[in-house]
């Protein structure tokens, strides 16, 4: 068997991920091309088609593929970029540190993400999601902006109960990707309303 034809890890999918979001940061890769790419590096089985959406990235490939020195791939650094929630319910809260690109996954689940004391490494948050019979919510500060026009729903629900944009404040969710028999909700922390009401 060829070392192309080996099965991949998650952890060698999250990597390709990372390298993925660089290519986007130096300007090799538009937003839409990175979305279409990670896609097809979440579903790759073998480091064959995982090298497929690095084949055109100068300097960027993992071991197995045809080239002469193929270089070992190295763990992921930051696993919270990805946030993976199979027939159980994941929660960020608190003081945690947000990056800017956040990949959702969540199949059969829900994921409640709570940005209202969170660490925010840019102004503008890119949250990927990809979830079947799962629901996404996100809790943002009063003074924060999510755009939901970008995610597709099949026969889901997207509710946008904030400010819906341009970022004017600490923090713009843009939220893209594709939900199916599941929602996403942005709203405010319970209470928000009371309190403007009472000054």
Known sequence: MEARDLR???AEREYVGQLLQRAVGQGMLSLGEFTERMDTALAARTRGELNVVLHDLPGIRVVGDDAPT?????????VQTVIRARMSGVTRKGAWQ???TLHVENWLAGVTL?????????????????????SLTLIVPPEATV???RVESVAGSTSN???SGPPIGPLHLVVRGQVSFGSVTAKHPFGTGLKRLLG
């Open 147 to 149: 755009d939901l026009d």
């Open 114 to 134: 709570d940005f209202t004391s969170a660490v925010m490494q840019t102004q503008v948050v890119e949250v990927v999601v990809s979830g079947f019979c799962g």
């Open 70 to 78: 193929p270089r070992p791939v190295p763990p992921p650094t930051d």
């Open 8 to 10: 991949v890890s998650d």
């Open 161 to 163: 109960k904030v400010r």
């Open 98 to 100: 947000v990056p800017p």
